[in-house]
């Protein structure tokens, strides 16, 4: 009973680490969405032109900041060993913000990985 309710403190921890690179991910992917669309102002016929275009462009990140750490959270509390791999991929790709994704990034690696005892 003991080993059960620390499996899910375990991922209790590791689901709440994931909600927040989701919530990262949004804001990396609205901050690019109006990056782009700003940039883009000069060349766009209209404001919803520019916003549109930065929007699609914010896509790849909406999916891979977003969704993967909603699916892999699904997936870990379903007992799917492949949740660590889809957590990961967002995991690397808030590394790359640097200086507090970095750090942020390097913890969502080390808890997701870290041994269970």
Do not use: D
Not at 86 to 103: M, N, R
């Amino acid at each position: 009973m003991k080993e059960n309710n620390k499996t899910i403190f375990k991922n209790i921890i590791r689901a709440i680490l994931l909600v927040v690179l989701a919530i990262i991910g949004t804001g990396v992917s609205i901050a690019v969405a109006i990056g782009i669309g700003t940039i883009g102002m000069g060349s766009c016929i209209s404001e919803a032109e520019c916003l549109t275009l930065g929007t699609l462009y914010a896509l790849p990140f909406i999916l891979t900041l977003i969704i993967l750490p909603i699916v892999s959270i699904i997936g870990m509390f379903n007992g799917n060993k492949y949740f660590r791999i889809l957590a990961t991929i967002p995991s690397v790709i808030i590394l790359l913000i640097f200086p507090i994704g970095t750090v942020m990034g390097a913890i969502f690696i080390w808890r997701i990985y870290k041994k269970q005892k």
